[in-house]
């Protein structure tokens, strides 16, 4: 059975620039998560969509923004990057269910950096 | 505000000793705990969970233990071994939509 598949794998961009992450979640799992890794900050969550609605949202700027397809694969956006938005971002997919408690399976994350 | 707290960076171990990973969180409402293992440029991967409802959870080498009193949890693995080198995370949620992950603890064991 496929994994979680996030593309692209890294990506280069520069400040002011925008980026959009994608996310293919293993199939059947309708929960999508996106966290954003930095060093000393552990995982940040960001949002989380199922059945295309976003369902959590963390403590982020409106820069940040995500939506998820008929199809459960998600996508991130970032509008207007800066230098610290630089981390590896990781997106989750489980089967949850509201109230359900199952860990998630990450992707390898999409490794952002801003110059 | 961090709710979940990992506050050894890291940690050293000799192999086939015990290795014993700390958690600390301040949510009195989460009420279901999973501990993550991840590599240098892969994702995190799940190893062990808990819920409130119990106090220890074995899987093989290792081991989850929850004191709610405390608010603490720990990982312990048993013997260890230098394929468990790797940053261990702790998380908890209180919903099962949303983890609050720590900072991580970056495992090193010693051949």
């Known amino acids: 059975k496929a994994g979680v598949t996030q593309t692209p794998r890294y990506l280069i961009k520069t400040r002011g620039q925008q980026v959009t992450l994608s996310c293919s979640p293993i199939s059947g799992h309708r929960s999508v998560s996106w966290y954003q890794q930095t060093p000393g900050q552990g995982l940040q969550f960001l949002f989380e969509y199922f059945s295309e609605t976003q369902r959590n949202k963390g403590n982020f700027p409106g820069r940040f923004s995500g939506r998820q397809f008929s199809n459960s694969r998600s996508e991130m956006n970032v509008s207007t990057l800066e230098l610290g938005d630089s981390a590896l971002y990781l997106c989750?997919?489980?089967?949850?269910?509201?109230?359900?408690?199952?860990?998630?399976?990450f992707g390898s994350g999409t490794r952002l950096t801003v110059v | 505000d961090q709710q979940v707290k990992q506050n050894s960076p890291s940690l050293s171990v000799q192999e086939g000793r015990i290795s014993i990973l700390n958690c600390d969180y301040t949510n009195s409402m989460f009420d279901y705990f999973l501990w993550y293992k991840k590599y240098p440029a892969e994702g995190p991967t799940f190893l062990i969970s808990i819920s409130s409802i119990k106090d220890k959870n074995e899987d093989g080498r290792f081991t989850v233990f929850l004191n709610k009193s405390a608010k603490h949890l720990s990982l312990h693995i048993v013997p260890s071994q230098p394929g468990d080198s790797a940053v261990y995370f702790c998380a908890a949620s209180t919903t099962g939509n949303q983890f609050y992950f720590g900072t991580g603890t970056s495992l090193t064991v010693i051949p």
């Open positions: 989750a997919s489980s089967f949850l269910r509201q109230g359900d408690n199952y860990g998630y399976t």
